[in-house]
């Protein structure tokens, strides 16, 4: 079976500084991995995705992910956020072998003040 | 282009009353699937259509949800008997094809049931 973990329920951050979001998975199989943002009465949007190659991974609106196989982590960053970044973010993977379902992680909520 | 969208956006029910919420796809999208997201969570699986056929039904909670999709492009998530438990925001999401990385998600249909 495959899980996935966010560290990090939520997350305060003052507007400019960088930010991390922490996301860990376990998977005996090959997986593609995702980051999706949820704005306040919107659908899910995909950030950016992992599919194979290069391990680091850039995105939408300025954000970026590694994927590190041995530590079976791929956590979200961007090194300046506004505040128009206040947002629920979920990391999921998918089977690489198989369509359909995303497994998601429990969210964190991005919260970046002035 | 027009995005997924569902209807209705929000549905108040009784317990032990009869819902059916409904989700249109992209034009040309061949694959549909329905997640579930509670409060606080992140979103699970219910269903994944690959045109007309349910290709993996195992996230559906019980017999009292089925979802249909008669003509490979509209889907509609039936839920008999409800509970209060089977409150939660329900998503639905298309793709290109089942083996697409990229699924996209409509605005959700919030379900209260009282």
Do not use: M
């Not at chain 1, 998977?27 to 949820?38: A, E, G, I, P, T």
């Not at chain 1, 950030?47 to 954000?63: A, C, M, Q, R, W």
């Not at chain 1, 090194?79 to 990391?91: G, K």
């Amino acid at each position: 079976a495959q899980s996935v973990t966010q560290l990090d329920s939520q997350v305060p951050v003052f507007e400019e500084a960088p930010v991390e979001l922490r996301c860990n998975y376990s998977s005996s199989v090959s997986v593609y991995l995702f980051w999706y943002v949820q704005y306040p009465n919107q659908g899910l949007q995909l950030l950016l995705k992992y599919l194979s190659g290069s391990t680091l991974v850039k995105g939408i609106n300025g954000f970026e992910a590694e994927f590190n196989k041995s530590q079976t982590s791929f956590h979200l960053r961007k090194p300046s956020v506004h505040i128009s970044d206040t947002a629920e973010y979920f990391c999921a993977l998918r089977r690489s072998n198989q369509g359909g379902k995303l497994i998601f992680g429990q969210g964190t909520e991005l919260s970046v003040k002035p | 282009g027009a995005g997924v969208s569902q209807t209705p956006s929000n549905k108040v029910t009784e317990k032990g009353k009869y819902v059916e919420l409904r989700c249109d796809p992209i034009s040309g999208h061949t694959a549909l699937y329905w997640y579930r997201q509670s409060l606080g969570q992140g979103p699970e699986f219910l269903i994944y259509f690959q045109g007309t056929g349910a290709a993996d039904d195992s996230g559906l909670p019980n017999d009292r949800f089925f979802a249909v999709r008669p003509e490979g492009s509209v889907s509609t998530l039936k839920i008999q008997r409800t509970e209060r438990g089977d409150s939660a925001v329900y998503l639905c999401a298309s793709s290109v094809r089942g083996g697409s990385e990229t699924q996209y998600f409509g605005p959700g249909t919030r379900l209260l049931v009282l």
